[in-house]
């Protein structure tokens, strides 16, 4: 089995800071690329970064140059830096992998709960 869980979400007041870790864990032969969505009540899911096994990494508009997001590969973990949070950023936060399983020749995805996250103006 594999898991993905998040933390490190909460209330924050605007202009404030959070930092989630997710950590996957389980039968992992290998973790490719990782990354960060989230999704609003009433809206769609959508990604807000994401980082490749070779550490390239792609940010959605609304979060470029606030968030970053990095990996420790040994760790099997993906951070996600959330600087100069606003309240249009109040959203679940999930976590998304793409794995190879140990004694599996294909590749996975996989998506953690989700850790909420909420900004206060």
């Known amino acids: 089995q594999v898991q993905l869980v998040e933390s490190g979400g909460g209330l924050v007041q605007a202009g404030g800071s959070l930092r989630l870790s997710c950590v996957a864990s389980?039968?992992?032969?290998?973790?490719?690329?990782m990354g960060w969505y989230r999704q609003a009540p009433g809206k769609q899911r959508e990604s807000v970064a994401t980082i490749t096994s070779g550490d390239s990494t792609n940010y959605g508009d609304s979060v470029k140059g606030r968030f970053t997001i990095s990996r420790d590969v040994a760790k099997n973990t993906v951070y996600l830096e959330m600087n100069s949070l606003n309240v249009e950023d109040t959203s679940v936060y999930y976590c998304n992998a793409f794995l190879v399983r140990r004694f599996s020749t294909g590749e996975s995805q996989y998506w953690g709960q989700g850790t909420q996250v909420t900004v206060s103006s």
């Open positions: 389980g039968s992992i032969f290998k973790v490719n690329a």
